[in-house]
């Protein structure tokens, strides 16, 4: 083991993690919102909306991310059309393509994530609203969408750690997030150890980051469920 | 269309290979993770404890760490690692990793991280009791396991090994980087020289979703046939 290498490489690949966590919150973001945009089409009786949800989310479920980039990335500069129209600037660049195929990607599996929470509130409940009066978007942001969010959030969860995972892909477009730089030096250096323990750390630090992120969550959301405190020393 | 041919000017028969390739290191891989999945998943349920605190950190290890990064080390150091093995039994040549072994392996260890959690799911699930019941009538541990543990495991295990199929394919696209001819690789080389990427990336796309729609299939079907005498309500 090279120590001098790992400490040497710890700088470069900390650079690459600032590309990494914008990478990862912005898809995400853009991801979530998406997310619940198309797990609400699902839900509605726009057939021909809901048919095309169901073709996307099968089609990005069955093809790895990397196709998914790559037919963005390169795939899109092949059509003339594309390069005079006025979506070049943005397409030409790989940041934006990984950010747009990321995005594209977690919107299709947070959407059966949401969409499983959707379902999951039950009849009662809606009911229950309806009768003091509640409806439509009130009903929504009061009673439906807390309830399915924090049903959903465990498994969201997953995904988030998948998608800081994901963004190692960029990679192979030229960005220089953390693996990137990792496989330079471990291209230069023929040493791959070295690189990798520094990485991996690191990844494995922003997991740990994030799941506690959700957790977090999960716990200020879940407050009703939780016995009530009892304190054990005398007030009074 | 011609370039999709099988002749000499189209790309049809190489698709054709890759997608065997793809195959090829998928399986491979999957077997190797059960083998992994089943012996940590033992591992992480004994009274061992040293074993079960190492085995802790490969599941998440395994589970926490890109699937490409990982890939790059075993292709990058993969040759070393053997050559030091190999040193400690007294062997001094050169050995060469390739493309293929390093790729299979990585998928491998990634897999077999997510096949742990997926086996030890399926023993904690099943009920206490019937052990308890098997035991109580006199089963051997060896009885007890291919009469109990084995058919139910089976058939809970069985949705969670289904999409770790799926990410073990999934995951192959990604050994394209260490230059093995499989979908993605093919796709590459083949948009390079035709200048037609939108296509072969589409056609690379199409085949994916071939190969997951058709194991998808698959899996629904066992699942139909070890959960047949499951009664539902």
Sequence with gaps: MDFRLMIESILPILGGARLTILLVTLSLAMGFVLAIITALIRRSRL???????????????????????????YGLGQFLWVRESFLWPVLEKPFWCAIIALTINTTAYGSEIIRGGLESVSWGEIEAAKSIGMSGFLLFRRIVFP??????????????????????????????????VANVIMAESYRPLEAFIIAGSFYLLINFIMTRIIQFTEWRLSGHLRPPELSLVATH | MELLGFGANG????????????????????????????????????????????????????RG????????????????????LARLFGYHGYIEINAFTAGVVAIALINGAY???????????????????????????????QRVLVPQVLRLALPGLGNCW???????????????????????????SSQKPFIFYSVAAGLFLLLTSISGFGFRRAEQWTGRGVRRA
Excluded at chain 1, 161 to 169: N, P, Q, W, Y
Excluded at chain 2, 124 to 138: D, F, K, M, V
Excluded at chain 2, 175 to 191: D, H, P
């Design chain 1, 47 to 73: 057939t021909w909306l809901v048919r095309l949800v169901r073709v996307y989310v099968f089609a990005i479920r069955g093809t790895p991310l990397l196709v998914q980039i790559f037919l963005i990335y």
């Design chain 1, 147 to 180: 309830i399915a969010i924090r049903q959903a959030l465990p498994a969201y969860g997953n995904e988030v750690i998948l998608m800081v995972k994901a963004t190692s892909l960029a990679s192979t477009i030229t960005i220089m997030e953390m693996t990137g």
């Design chain 2, 11 to 62: 790309w049809g028969d190489e698709m054709a290979r890759a997608t065997l390739m793809t195959l090829t290191v998928s399986v491979c891989a999957f077997v190797l993770a059960l083998v992994i999945g089943t012996l940590c998943a033992a591992g992480k349920l004994s009274r061992h404890k040293p074993l079960r605190i190492v085995l802790d950190i490969y599941t998440t290890l395994g």
């Design chain 2, 65 to 84: 760490i890109p699937e490409l990064l990982i890939i790059y080390l075993l292709f990058f150091g993969g040759s070393g690692a053997v050559m030091f």
């Design chain 2, 115 to 145: 096949q742990t959690e997926v086996f030890r799911g399926a023993v904690l699930a099943i009920p206490r009791g019937q052990i308890e019941a098997a035991l109580s009538i006199g089963m051997s541990d060896r009885l007890l396991f």
């Design chain 2, 166 to 192: 799926l990410s073990a394919l999934k995951e192959t696209a990604l050994v394209s980087v260490t230059g093995l001819v499989e979908i993605m690789r093919q796709a590459y080389v083949a948009s390079g």
